[in-house]
C-alpha cells in the first residue's frame, strides 16, 4: 500500500480501497474511502445488492499488444464461466487436480489456470517463479497435475533435467506454436504427461485445441473448436473457404467477448456480424474476426498460417513468418527465431531472419544454406542477425515480435559487428 500512494494523485477517479490486513495507511487523499476486507463483506450483507446477471461486464483484460496498443477486452460474467467449463471438460479438471499458475494472471491464458480450477473444484497453486528450474521444483515439490506455457518456457523447460517421473498428468501450450524439437523432447522427458497444443485470442478466451492423441500425427495443427464454440475459416467477402484454402479464423459462441473498452472503432473493425446469417432473425449475431490467417484439411483439422498484419510480401508472394520461423528452429544451435518482412527497392519486401543462438560457431551463411533446403527461393531470408542472449518477451511471456522488428528492421551493416570483434550479433545479406 506504501508503493502506492505515489501515483495515487494520478488515479483520480479511484474512490474505494479494500484491504485484507488491518494497516490502514493515514496519508491517503480525503476522496478515497477505505475499507477492511471483513467490513466490506459485512457491509454487503446488510444492504440490498445491485443485481447482476451473467451478460453484465465482469473483467477487461488488456491484449500483449502484439499487433499494436494492448486493447482492453471487455469480458462478462457468461464469457469467464463458459470458457472455465470448455477448457475443463476437455483438459478433464477435477478436484484431483492441482494447476501451477505460472503465467501472469492479466493474461487470459493465466487467468483461464485460475477460473478452471474454481469451475472444477481443483487446485491453484500460485508461483512467482524467477528461473525455470523453480517451475520443475515446483511440479515436484507441489505434486502439480497441471502446468500451462508459452513457447518459450517450454523452451526453457525442454532444456532442463526432470525427475524420472511427474504427478504431471497433462500440459498445455498456447500463445504460439510450440517448436518441433521442443515438443518431442517434452515427450521424451514427460511421458506420462498428456500434451495438449491450443490456439485462443483475448477477444474470445479460447478457439481451439488438438487432442493429446494426434500430437504426434498433426504436430502443426491448432487442432479444431473447443466445446461451444464454433469456428469458420472464411475469405474476405465472409464466403467460407475450401479445403486447405486459407482464410480468416471466426469464432462464434458464448466467449466472443463485448468489445473493446471505450474504443467503438477498433471494436467494429473486429466484433462484426456473423457471415451468413440465419434468415429470419432481426438482430445479427456478433462473431469475433480474429485476424489471423488459418487453413483446414479435410478431416476439419486446423493450422495457423499466420497473423494478416505480419504477413510478408515478396514479388507478389504472401508469405507466413511463422513458415520460415519452423525451418530456422529446426537448425542445430538455433534457439528463438523471429522473421519479418522489410523494404526492398525491387521486391516490395524481403525477408529478415533474427536468431537466438545456443551455439558459438553458427553464422549467417550456415542458416541460410539451411534455409536454402526447406523452402523455395523467395521465402530464404536475405539478411540474418544473429544474437547470443534470448529475444525480448512481452509481459505475457510470448516473443515480442513487434519490438524485434524495430530494434532489427532499420539496423544498417555497419551497426552490426562479427562476434570476433566482441558484440553478439552477426548479419548476413545473402
Known sequence: MVQLQEVLAECPELHTIILVDQGVPSSLPPRIRVLLWKELVTEVTNRDVHRRIDSDMAAILYTSGS???????????????????????????????????????????????????????????????????????????????????????????ANLSWPETTSLRYITNSGGAMPRPVLESLRAK???????????????????????????????SIGKAIPNADILVVRPDGTPCDVDEPGELVHRGPLVALGYWNDPEKTAERFRPLPQQPTGLPFPEIAVWSGDTVRRDAQGYLYFVGRRDDMIKVSGYRISPTEIEEVLLTIAGVREAIAFGVPHASWGQSVMAVISSVSETLDPATVIAACKKHLPAYMVPAQVVIVEHPLPRNPNGKLDRKLVQSQFANSSDESIQPRSQGAAPVRHHR
Open 67 to 157: 499487433t499494436g496498443k494492448p486493447k482492453g477486452v471487455v469480458l462478462s460474467h457468461r464469457n469467464l464461466m463458459a470458457g472455465a467449463a470448455s477448457v475443463a471438460s476437455y483438459l478433464e479438471n477435477g478436484p484431483d487436480d492441482r494447476i501451477l499458475c505460472t503465467l501472469p494472471l492479466s493474461f487470459d491464458y493465466g487467468l483461464s489456470q485460475l477460473t478452471t480450477a474454481f469451475h472444477s473444484g481443483a487446485s491453484a497453486v500460485l508461483i512467482n517463479y524467477l528461473l525455470p528450474q523453480d517451475v520443475v521444483n515446483a511440479v515436484r515439490d507441489e505434486r502439480i497435475t497441471g502446468l500451462a506455457g508459452v513457447p518459450p518456457l517450454w523452451g526453457q523447460l
Open 190 to 220: 514427460l511421458p506420462e504427461a498428456r500434451i495438449y497444443l491450443m490456439y485462443g485470442l483475448t477477444e474470445a478466451f479460447r478457439s481451439t485445441y488438438l487432442p493429446p492423441d494426434q500430437v504426434m500425427e498433426r504436430p502443426d
